[in-house]
């Protein structure tokens, strides 16, 4: 249906298009005088063709479903009527299975194809009455949008509007996009603080998510203290930020202050790649190489380290990381104005006295940016510690300890069968939710200080 | 028009003592056969010119006639270009500015600069003016630096409007102001010669007349090298000016002589506004 009427919409458009377009040349050559280019008045009128088609082609798809079954269901027999909600849910689905010809368990009851012709013919219906109100519709405003053709009308800035329009409603859909997924998250977690108290969860000590199924089941006490996996979280990234930080703010001085063209040319482009590789092929890096090298190294010393050690995946996270602080730091070292290096240099200073006590002080605001953002992208990681990290939740600050993190824990949760009324399931939109208010409030205050640092010198 | 000024530059070459300072004052600087590259670009063509104790002099021209490269070779600012190439004998009072054994960094120690848009660093005014003399270690105590900061900000003629707020921002002070912040910078560290380009450009007219009244004193002191495109403003301060032109340097003389009676077809034509 609907591809069908996108291509009806489509032919429609491209010949209102040259109809009007024709008409505009016309009055032009009888005129000798039209504000626009003809083709401004081509697109005029076939906006006004297709915005109230495709309206009803959306209210087509927003309402019909509901409104075919709630007639469906009318059309039943009482005793099916009557039936639970889940139990009518069930039929329903056997009817419209039915209807598109997926033959199942017809012995539900005797007349379902009876109700599959039934919601045939309303789907036919409706289906018709789409494309004639939506074609006459159209063709309504596109002869109101032809009459209003004239010498003097002002097509062109018309299409202006109709294009700032167009951007603005794409700037919407992030925004809405993004409320749809907060408030989702939300309402799951709602469910989960009903049952699990909120202090308990935010401050609690111990993390030990396995409810019991059946009375007196051992070991599965249904605990969901979040402070041991908050504690793992903030360590491996500290851990990361300790590595890309120095490595990475290095680097970027390097390659803006230091770096001649050819050097930088082959430089930030390897960094790059850097970012792009997958983060999954960092995991293995993790579990095949780091840990075991940081074990070994430790049973040198004589310490015994484990093998999915805060401090091999914080490296293997910190060198993810390199590129996002060394790319960030570099833009803000390079937009430091460049007058200021000359004053600095005319003074007598060196290059490192002056990005010292010049550069790097100018630049600090948007370097300190720049690492917040680094440090929610490490928060937030989750395919290195999924594979490299630990998954029993140890309250520890120690690097060589096993610990794990939020988004460990979250994908253990929801990983495999799972029921949704359970505290256990929940508790993985709790810690979501956690996550993304942390991760959007350090987001934000990264966003207001390299802002405030760009005032500063524009 | 091309062929004309071939011409005239030619006729250039016939002038003698291009550049030399007639009077028996020192001198400072002294310039033999510049020419500076911008990759395959030639910017400036044999330039000879010497400058001298308490002196201002002008450099003026039309735009991207090289005056603004030519005063950075003066310091070696062009040294950070990594496209520019400079050729001829420069010497600060003797010693040889482009030798290998110059210390660039002490080199600009001795030949400050004041640029086009005023640049103080986003610091205090206090550490602005102390940033020179810390770095070089001219003082001693905390003590003498703070006497060297006043000192510098009274000689820029500063002190009195910001002797109360020396610790807020260089960046808060108007445009003037921070020009004149920039040459206290400039003169805190005690340099032979100033150079400055176009240090009144950005400037309004009350501002310029300050920075020009303190170019006037300053002169006792020092070596003055001024880009200039204000034909008023180089007649008001400097002693002597040199006109370039497309690369060339065409005159050198007394500022009074090059305004009323230039020997050369360009520099007059420039002065009456009839190029650039």
């Known amino acids: ?458 | 028009m091309k062929n004309i000024d071939q011409h005239n530059v030619n006729q250039k070459k016939e002038f003698e003592t291009v550049g030399s300072i007639s009077s028996s004052k020192d001198v400072v600087m002294s310039v033999k056969d510049c020419n500076v590259f911008y990759g395959e670009n030639q910017a400036l063509k044999n330039i000879n010119l010497e400058v001298g104790k308490s002196e201002v002099i002008a450099l003026i021209g039309p735009s991207g006639c090289g005056k603004s490269t030519f005063l950075r070779c003066l310091n070696r600012l062009n040294d950070t270009i990594d496209s520019c190439r400079v050729t001829g004998e420069f010497s600060l009072e003797g010693e040889d500015i482009y030798s290998g054994d110059m210390d660039v960094v002490l080199l600009r120690a001795r030949v400050g600069m004041v640029f086009q848009k005023p640049n103080p660093f986003p610091k205090s005014i206090y550490e602005n003016v102390a940033y020179g003399p810390k770095i070089h270690g001219i003082t001693s105590s905390k003590r003498e630096l703070d006497e060297l900061v006043d000192l510098s900000l009274d000689r820029a003629g500063l002190l009195e409007e910001v002797k109360d707020r020396i610790h807020s921002p260089g960046t808060s002070l108007s445009g003037g102001q921070q020009q004149r912040l920039c040459i206290a910078r400039a003169i805190a560290i005690k340099p032979d010669v100033i150079l400055m380009d176009e240090p009144c450009s950005a400037l309004d007219p009350i501002a310029t007349e300050k920075i020009e009244g303190l170019i006037n004193e300053l002169k006792e002191n020092y070596a003055i090298v001024m880009v200039t495109h204000s034909m008023s403003q180089a007649a008001r301060v400097s002693q002597r000016a040199a006109y370039f032109h497309l690369g060339d340097l065409i005159e050198v003389g007394d500022t009074k002589k090059i305004f009323e009676d230039p020997e050369h077809e360009l520099t007059k034509n420039y002065i009456h506004g009839r190029t650039g």
């Open chain 1, 1 to 458: 249906m609907f591809g069908f009427l996108f291509i009806i919409i489509l032919l429609f458009c491209l010949a209102i298009f040259f109809i009007a377009k024709r008409h505009a040349i016309n009055i032009k050559k009888q005129n000798g005088f039209l504000h626009s280019l003809p083709k401004y008045y081509g697109f005029y009128a076939s906006l006004w063709f297709s915005i109230p088609t495709l309206c009803i082609v959306l209210l087509y798809s927003l309402f019909a479903e509901s409104f075919v079954t709630s007639n469906l269901v009318n059309s039943l027999p009482e005793n099916i009527k009557n039936l639970s909600d889940n139990e009518l849910t069930l039929v329903l689905n056997n009817i419209k299975n039915f209807a598109v010809g997926n033959i199942s368990d017809s012995s539900s009851f005797a007349s379902i194809q009876q109700a599959a012709d039934f919601y045939n013919a309303q789907y036919d219906l409706i289906h018709s009455v789409v494309l004639y109100s939506s074609l006459i519709l159209g063709l309504l405003t596109f002869i109101y949008a032809y009459r209003s053709i004239t010498a003097t009308y002002r097509a062109r800035n018309f299409i202006e509007n109709a294009i700032y329009l167009l951007f603005f409603s794409s700037a919407l859909v992030a925004i809405f996009v993004t409320a749809g997924i907060l408030l989702s998250v939300l309402f799951e977690a709602l469910r989960f603080f009903e049952v699990i108290n909120f202090s308990d969860f935010l401050f609690g000590l111990s993390w030990s998510p396995q409810m019991a199924i059946r009375e007196g089941q051992v070991g599965s006490s249904g605990l969901f203290g979040a402070m041991p996996l908050f504690a793992g979280t903030i360590l491996i990234s500290l851990i990361a930020l300790l590595l890309a930080v120095p490595i990475g703010l290095l680097t970027a001085i390097y390659l803006s202050e230091y770096a001649d063209t050819k050097v930088r040319a082959i430089t930030k482009p390897i960094l790059e790649i850097l970012s792009g590789i997958p983060t999954v092929v960092y995991g293995f890096f993790a579990v095949v190489t780091v840990a075991p090298f940081i074990r070994h190294v430790g049973s040198l010393v004589g310490l015994d380290i484990a093998s999915e050690s805060a401090l091999g995946v914080g490296l293997v996270m910190g060198i993810m990381i390199i590129p996002l602080v060394s790319s960030l730091s570099d833009d803000v070292i390079s937009s430091v104005p460049q007058s200021l290096r000359e004053g600095s240099y005319g003074l007598g200073a060196t290059k490192s006295e002056t990005i010292k006590k010049v550069i790097l002080p100018a630049a600090l605001p948007g370097i300190i940016g720049g690492i917040l953002l680094a440090a929610s992208r490490a928060i937030g990681e989750t395919m290195i510690v999924v594979m490299a990290a630990g998954l029993s939740a140890k309250l520890s600050f120690n690097p060589i300890d096993a610990v794990t993190t939020v988004t460990v824990q979250i994908v253990t949760l929801l990983t495999g069968d799972q029921e949704f009324d359970s505290p256990k399931t929940l508790a993985a939109f709790a810690l979501g939710l956690t996550l993304f208010v942390f991760t959007l409030f350090l987001n934000f205050i990264a966003l207001k200080i390299v802002r405030k640092y760009r005032e500063q010198y524009e």
